[in-house]
């Protein structure tokens, strides 16, 4: 008797043990996320639906897509594990882009209306994410993953909260965006120096002389 009880016990943690792995609000997925990336997803996810009232989710697969494969129909068996208003990233590595070369690797981003899609900027976030994960550096694939999901997903974050305008103290500094700032900064300033010198300047010395 106490074996068969035994048994049950087993069984019933069989049942049980992928709700513990994954009990993540934010991640209804995590083929290729470790503990740690979740862990940081989780606490952007928190502060964002608490400043925001808007979900943002996360799936990642290891599913082999076909080429074309349609990310958003495939994203309404997980509709009901989603609160409205949300928006889901997808990340699928083995997803097929083309058919020739074999390339693979597709992110997809869907919001569940319109209004919740012009919160962030759609090019921003996937770039944030690909400039990790194809970046050629000592870090393994698995890693470089982990951390193009999150850099992905704290640029998600920080899109909806400058939208709101909110202050996000949870999420990643994006190192490559904060570049591209400072150079749009340092092209203005040399575009108004240039306008200065080969333009204004000379149009206020000839009415000065005049």
């Excluded at 639906?49 to 599913?63: G, P, Q, R």
């Amino acid at each position: 008797m106490p074996s068969i009880f035994k048994s049950r016990k087993v069984i019933l943690l069989a049942f049980l043990l992928p709700l513990f792995i994954n009990s993540s609000p934010f991640v209804l997925k995590d083929d290729t996320l470790k503990p740690e990336a979740i862990e940081l997803i989780d606490k952007m996810g928190n502060e964002l639906l608490t400043k925001t009232t808007i979900n943002a989710y996360v799936l990642t697969t290891n599913e082999a897509f076909p080429v074309g494969f349609n990310l958003v129909e495939y994203s309404k068996k997980y509709e009901k594990n989603m609160k409205v208003p949300y928006v889901l990233y997808i990340f699928a590595p083995n997803a097929l882009i083309t058919q020739n070369n074999k390339s693979t690797g597709r992110i997809g981003i869907i919001p569940s209306s319109d209004s919740v899609s012009k919160l962030y900027d759609y090019s921003d976030v996937r770039d944030s994410g690909l400039n990790v994960i194809t970046v050629k550096d000592k870090n393994s694939k698995e890693d470089k993953q982990n951390i193009g999901v999150i850099q992905a997903y704290s640029e998600l974050a920080d899109n909806i909260a400058d939208a709101k305008e909110v202050k996000m103290t949870t999420t990643i500094p994006n190192d490559t965006r904060t570049l591209i700032s400072i150079l749009r900064v340092i092209v203005l300033i040399g575009l108004v120096l240039v306008t200065w010198i080969y333009l204004i300047r000379p149009m206020v010395m000839r009415k000065k002389n005049d």
